[in-house]
């Protein structure tokens, strides 16, 4: 047995010294506190804030601008492209190369005055009256899906009349894509092109809330806002961790006005922050992010097929499915991103079509799916844009899980070479997935395939003479390595060194190594605990401060109230003098009517004669008296 962990440990030394890890993600470039795929210095000049919204801005030359999203995937591979562009038009009197990251925050108002949802976007702008006009937009990939070279969409644009370049050499050097062998799905494993690093299930947990908080942040008001709220729902009747906080996501959706993107986008931030871990952990950026959001949720809706349910929800097979679709379809930034995995699932691609044919194993058949999708992308990126080293990106690879490997493909036998099943055991790749996004201890407890890990535990313990001989001796030796690396990997928690992997000894030395190993778990254990703890605290905190908030607005809000109240009290004080008074006038104005009435009828009324003779008198008298003498 200890013959047998010196050449375990050795071969899972050899397996580390000779991986590559290999990402298509280009360096990120820091300028004025923003991430941009360009060099501050460079050909490429750098907008930010509202100089991202050219229809504002008077031009005083043609503007040739892309618009992308810094974690979106073909924007990372047409960079090098777009930078070519800029080197041809350096110091040109008459065409200005710029980009815009709608990605950062202070840039999305303007990206959504430019009506920009799909990344990367090229256009070009011409100075107008009241600022920049859009002349056209320039596509960079041709009617098939592949992506232009700076030549092609040089010789494009000086076919739509852009004034030519300075250096129009500059489009055939740099983006140096040479061919290198690229494995075909079904070949034996090769080169690892992932980082060795074991991350626990919450770990992704956590990754996940990221991805999903990206989604949500690329909601532009465009989609129908009903689907925003059936993404987040969904998150939150499937989740594994912190439930409560997606359903306080939901809450906040449904009272805020899914009109205003902005106003979306800044109460899905503010949620974030209810969340201790804001960085990535393993993931370089948020399409990384993303895909552990689908995976969990994979394994989540499996998980409740075999009866394990961590939140009082749970959706069905055809409802996850559509999840998935509607999630990519109406939030994906990446633009091509989207049209692949759209033209995948209507094509029925990676046995999309099977998970719902019958009812039996339709959870199995969609994590699967989603495995194989996740596979063939990443196929698909490395003969796309391979390195100049052929690496291996299947996953699970073999030093991950030597288990998943079929052993006849192990040994250099090819199957199927262009199908991906051929090269793993399903059913270990299949409790591998669970264990990784649900978590060891649920797949130990309830995970029907047990028996069989055990089993293969079991022929572990076969003779032990074939140790002595080279690693690579035949088939059955492969396949016991494998079978007891598996069930290693699936009944030990929280593993991290290579000797876990290898096998356990009853050797004094390996009991004081288990037992130091055992310390250090706990220990590791105890931090996540604390950990969580501080994280719970922080949580509290959180919702303390946003209710003494809450609680301090409502106080102000009474107190306005109050002062309302008393306005309108003496409003009302004043009214009814104002009615008193009215009712006095009224009654004064009555009295006067009444007495003028009866002074009226008065006047009206027959005199005595006698004093009417008496006034004609008077009146004749003054009449005589008044006519004037004449002459004599």
Same mark, same amino acid.
């Given at each position: 047995?200890?013959?047998?962990?010196i +050449?375990?440990?050795?071969?899972?030394?050899r397996?580390?010294?000779?991986?590559?890890?290999?990402?298509?993600?280009?360096?990120?470039?820091?300028?004025?506190?923003?991430?941009?795929?360009?060099?501050?210095?460079?050909?490429v000049?750098?907008?930010?804030?509202?100089?991202?919204?050219?229809?504002?801005?008077?031009?005083?030359?043609?503007?040739?601008?892309?618009?992308?999203?810094?974690?979106?995937?073909?924007?990372?591979?047409?960079?090098? $492209?777009?930078?070519?562009?800029?080197?041809?038009?350096?110091?040109?009197?008459?065409?200005?190369?710029?980009?815009?990251?709608?990605?950062?925050?202070?840039?999305?108002?303007?990206?959504?005055?430019?009506?920009?949802?799909?990344? !990367?976007?090229?256009?070009?702008?011409?100075?107008?009256?009241?600022?920049?006009?859009?002349?056209?937009?320039?596509?960079?990939?041709?009617?098939?899906?592949r992506?232009?070279?700076?030549?092609?969409? +040089?010789?494009?644009?000086?076919?739509?009349?852009?004034?030519?370049?300075?250096?129009?050499?500059?489009?055939?050097?740099?983006?140096?894509?040479?061919?290198?062998?690229?494995?075909?799905?079904?070949?034996? !494993?090769?080169?690892?092109?992932?980082?060795?690093?074991?991350?626990?299930?919450?770990?992704?947990?956590?990754?996940?809330?990221?991805?999903?908080?990206?989604l949500?942040?690329?909601?532009?008001?465009?989609q129908?806002?009903?689907?925003?709220?059936r993404?987040?729902?969904?998150?939150?009747?499937?989740?594994?961790?912190?439930?409560?906080?997606?359903?306080?996501?939901?809450?906040?959706?449904?009272?805020?006005?899914?009109?205003?993107?902005?106003?979306?986008?800044?109460?899905?931030?503010?949620?974030?922050?209810?969340?201790?871990?804001?960085?990535?952990?393993?993931?370089?950026?948020?399409?990384?992010?993303?895909?552990?959001?689908?995976?969990?949720?994979?394994?989540?809706?499996?998980?409740?097929?075999?009866?394990?349910?961590?939140?009082?929800?749970?959706?069905?097979?055809?409802?996850?499915?559509?999840?998935?679709?509607?999630?990519?379809?109406?939030?994906?930034?990446?633009?091509?991103?989207?049209e692949?995995?759209?033209?995948?699932?209507?094509?029925?691609?990676?046995?999309?079509?099977?998970?719902?044919?019958?009812?039996?194993?339709?959870?199995?058949?969609?994590?699967?799916?989603?495995?194989?999708?996740?596979?063939?992308?990443?196929?698909?990126?490395?003969?796309?844009?391979?390195?100049?080293?052929?690496?291996d990106?299947?996953?699970?690879?073999?030093?991950?899980?030597?288990?998943?490997?079929? !052993?006849?493909?192990?040994?250099g036998?090819?199957?199927?070479?262009?199908?991906?099943?051929?090269?793993?055991?399903?059913?270990r790749?299949?409790?591998?997935?669970?264990?990784?996004?649900?978590?060891?201890?649920?797949?130990?407890?309830? +995970?029907?395939?047990?028996?069989?890990?055990?089993?293969?535990?079991?022929?572990?313990?076969?003779?032990?003479?074939?140790?002595?001989?080279?690693?690579? $001796?035949?088939?059955?030796?492969?396949?016991?390595?494998?079978?007891?690396?598996?069930?290693?990997?699936?009944?030990?928690?929280?593993?991290?060194?290579?000797?876990?992997?290898?096998?356990?000894?009853?050797?004094?030395?390996?009991?004081?190594?288990?037992?130091?190993?055992?310390?250090?778990?706990?220990?590791?254990?105890?931090?996540?605990?604390?950990?969580?703890?501080?994280?719970?605290?922080?949580?509290?905190?959180?919702?303390?401060?946003?209710?003494?908030?809450?609680?301090?607005?409502?106080?102000?809000?009474?107190?306005?109230?109050?002062?309302?109240?008393?306005?309108?009290?003496?409003?009302?004080?004043?009214?009814r003098?104002?009615?008193?008074?009215?009712?006095?006038?009224?009654?004064?104005?009555?009295?006067?009517?009444?007495?003028?009435?009866?002074?009226?009828?008065?006047?009206?009324?027959?005199?005595?004669?006698?004093?009417?003779?008496?006034?004609?008198?008077w009146?004749?008298?003054?009449a005589?008296?008044?006519?004037?003498?004449?002459?004599?």
């Amino acid at each position: 047995m200890g013959g047998r962990l010196i +050449l375990c440990s050795a071969l899972l030394l050899r397996a580390e010294a000779e991986t590559v890890e290999w990402s298509p993600r280009p360096p990120i470039y820091e300028h004025l506190g923003q991430k941009s795929l360009y060099p501050p210095d460079g050909t490429v000049d750098l907008l930010s804030g509202s100089h991202c919204d050219l229809s504002k801005r008077s031009l005083g030359r043609t503007w040739l601008v892309e618009f992308y999203h810094s974690s979106c995937p073909h924007c990372w591979y047409f960079a090098p $492209v777009f930078r070519q562009l800029g080197a041809a038009y350096r110091g040109s009197e008459s065409v200005h190369v710029a980009a815009c990251n709608c990605m950062e925050k202070e840039n999305q108002k303007a990206c959504d005055a430019m009506q920009i949802y799909r990344y !990367p976007t090229v256009q070009v702008f011409q100075a107008g009256e009241e600022g920049a006009k859009k002349l056209f937009e320039v596509s960079h990939t041709d009617k098939d899906g592949r992506a232009k070279s700076a030549a092609q969409l +040089l010789a494009w644009l000086e076919e739509h009349k852009l004034p030519k370049p300075l250096h129009p050499e500059a489009t055939e050097q740099g983006a140096d894509f040479a061919a290198a062998t690229a494995l075909a799905p079904g070949a034996p !494993p090769g080169r690892p092109g992932w980082s060795w690093e074991y991350h626990a299930e919450d770990e992704r947990w956590a990754e996940a809330h990221l991805g999903l908080i990206a989604l949500l942040k690329s909601y532009n008001g465009r989609q129908p806002p009903a689907s925003l709220l059936r993404v987040a729902s969904f998150v939150a009747q499937n989740c594994l961790h912190g439930c409560d906080r997606y359903h306080l996501l939901v809450e906040r959706l449904h009272s805020a006005d899914l009109r205003d993107a902005t106003t979306v986008r800044e109460e899905v931030e503010r949620w974030g922050q209810l969340f201790g871990r804001r960085k990535h952990l393993f993931c370089k950026d948020e399409t990384c992010a993303v895909w552990q959001l689908f995976h969990v949720m994979a394994g989540s809706v499996a998980a409740a097929q075999f009866g394990l349910r961590v939140n009082s929800g749970g959706a069905t097979v055809a409802e996850a499915m559509d999840f998935f679709r509607q999630t990519v379809d109406h939030f994906l930034f990446c633009g091509p991103c989207r049209e692949h995995f759209l033209n995948a699932y209507e094509g029925c691609s990676y046995g999309r079509c099977e998970v719902l044919a019958s009812k039996q194993d339709q959870a199995k058949r969609l994590v699967l799916w989603l495995w194989r999708l996740h596979n063939g992308v990443s196929l698909r990126v490395l003969r796309e844009h391979p390195p100049k080293e052929a690496v291996d990106r299947r996953w699970p690879t073999y030093r991950d899980c030597p288990g998943c490997w079929n !052993p006849r493909v192990v040994t250099g036998e090819v199957i199927e070479e262009e199908n991906l099943d051929s090269a793993f055991d399903l059913e270990r790749v299949y409790g591998f997935l669970l264990s990784s996004y649900v978590g060891e201890e649920n797949v130990e407890k309830h +995970l029907a395939m047990e028996s069989k890990v055990l089993m293969d535990a079991d022929a572990e313990r076969n003779p032990i003479a074939q140790a002595a001989q080279p690693w690579f $001796v035949g088939p059955s030796m492969l396949a016991m390595l494998g079978a007891a690396s598996f069930a290693l990997f699936t009944l030990a928690r929280r593993h991290s060194h290579s000797n876990q992997r290898c096998g356990v000894t009853s050797d004094p030395e390996s009991s004081e190594a288990q037992l130091e190993r055992r310390a250090r778990d706990l220990e590791e254990q105890a931090k996540r605990q604390e950990e969580t703890a501080r994280l719970q605290m922080h949580i509290l905190e959180v919702e303390m401060r946003r209710c003494e908030q809450e609680l301090l607005q409502s106080h102000s809000k009474v107190e306005a109230l109050e002062k309302e109240l008393q306005v309108l009290t003496e409003e009302v004080k004043s009214k009814r003098k104002s009615e008193g008074r009215a009712a006095t006038l009224q009654d004064a104005v009555r009295r006067h009517e009444i007495a003028v009435r009866a002074s009226f009828e008065d006047s009206e009324a027959p005199r005595p004669r006698r004093k009417k003779e008496k006034a004609q008198g008077w009146f004749s008298c003054c009449a005589v008296e008044a006519t004037p003498k004449k002459r004599i």
